[in-house]
């Protein structure tokens, strides 16, 4: 077997892992670089390229979650291949192609579930060639990401993918197998030694300041991919008497996962005897349904229970209105209203919107961060460690790969650069 990290031995995202037997030849994630958007028109171009050739020869993809890093260079392959992930993520990833204005891309035809014989149910092993791949759900901030066990001429590799283990389902880490020859471990964490608070602490959190400053609306800023924050914000804004106000992006994403899994809140679908959501009408987003074809969700969406500005004015105490930078302009016309701006996000993100930051300082809102990250902190990366019992660890997905050595002191720890074959 071989092993060449094209990106991630030190960098966060971007994640592409070629593995190959003497026969056949996978990916494992096919990632864009976290920093694409900013970089030139000549070098997103050479990035495109880069994973071309990368993709060469290549039997099929795996992709671990719906991250645009573990999965945004699939559009640019010529001829799309064959790509395995399970549902959830699968779903996301056309429900996010359709919300962007690229619900008809070549690649959403060559996506495939892994095979399982029912949901929740462990994943069955699929072979291409010679190499089998058995799949693991893992606990991580998008919705049913997955790790991957390779196997291939006596050699068993894990892939860890993106995970963590103080999210909703964070036991699952029990079920990754054991005794590997490799444990290929993301380690965005690994530079310093935080401990994060669990999704359900971010709930408690949500619903004592929901209750502290209990006369004034709440905007929350937080992914509208992140489903495990939503139920929390959900279960703190019932638990508070507010209404959530969601838009045609988030009620879309919600709805489709909701097919899925009937436990997720939506718009959409109520819970019996809730009455919880209230709904916001974004009509770039309408536009972008039309053109995909989804005109019964647009029929259902313009039947959704809506909230009258004037009343946001006169009970502001009533709401909690998930928000992002771009929606800054909705947010200006309620400027006398008594607000708190919520951030629940990653804080790097915050530097990308200057003036959201420079509105909200302006106007001296309130702005409490209440947050979780999606990825393992060091202390749950030893005990990952010490559950899988790896021969060998290779930290991937991190900026300072050298500091893996000081979580398994008594395990083999490889550092390849990007692009180095590994031989076993």
């Known amino acids: 077997m071989q092993l060449i990290i094209h990106r991630g031995t030190h960098e966060i995202g971007g994640n592409c892992i070629e593995v190959r037997s003497r026969q056949t030849k996978i990916l494992l994630d096919f990632g864009l670089p976290l920093d694409f958007a900013t970089r030139t ?55 996010i192609s359709t919300l962007s204005g690229q619900a008809h891309a070549e690649y959403l035809k060559y996506l495939q579930p892994l095979p399982r014989q029912k949901e929740n149910r462990p994943f069955e092993p699929l072979c291409i060639g010679d190499i089998r791949i058995t799949s693991y759900t893992v606990d991580h901030s998008a919705y049913d990401a997955c790790a991957f066990l390779i196997e291939a001429e006596g050699r068993r590799l894990l892939y860890s993918g993106d995970l963590r283990l103080h999210g909703v389902k964070k036991s699952l880490y029990r079920q990754l197998p054991k005794r590997v020859d490799c444990l290929l471990l993301e380690g965005t964490h690994l530079a310093n030694d935080t401990t994060y608070p669990t999704e359900t602490q971010i709930a408690a959190r949500l619903k004592r300041q929901f209750r502290a400053e209990g006369d004034k609306l709440h905007y929350v800023w937080c992914s509208n991919q992140n489903i495990d924050r939503i139920v929390q914000l959900y279960k703190a804004a019932r638990a508070s008497s507010r209404k959530l106000i969601v838009d045609t992006y988030t009620a879309f994403i919600l709805e489709k996962i909701h097919d899925l899994n009937p436990a997720i809140p939506s718009p959409l679908s109520p819970f019996h005897g809730d009455d919880v959501f209230r709904y916001f009408r974004l009509n770039k987003f309408i536009r972008r349904l039309e053109e995909s074809g989804e005109l019964k969700m647009i029929e259902r969406l313009q039947e959704l229970p809506t909230v009258e500005p004037a009343d946001i004015g006169r009970h502001p105490e009533r709401y909690v209105w998930m928000i992002r930078p771009s929606m800054l302009p909705y947010m200006q016309k309620f400027i006398r209203i008594p607000c708190v701006v919520v951030t629940s996000t990653w804080e790097g993100y915050e530097q990308e919107h200057p003036e959201w930051i420079s509105w909200i300082a302006e106007h001296g809102f309130p702005n409490p961060h209440i947050h979780t990250s999606g990825h393992a902190d060091t202390g749950s990366l030893k005990r990952i460690i010490r559950h899988v019992k790896p021969a060998q660890v290779i930290p991937i997905h991190t900026s300072c790969p050298e500091s893996i050595s000081t979580l398994c002191p008594h395990t083999k720890v490889r550092l390849p650069l990007d692009n180095e074959p590994i031989e076993w």
Not at 59 to 73: E, M, N, T
């Open 41 to 95: 028109p000549e070098e997103q171009e050479h990035i495109r390229q880069e994973a071309i050739e990368w993709a060469r020869d290549t039997d099929a993809i795996f992709i671990s979650h719906c991250h645009a890093d573990h999965y945004g260079l699939l559009s640019a392959l010529p001829h799309p291949l064959l790509t395995y992930a399970t549902t959830g993520t699968i779903t996301m990833i056309r429900a």
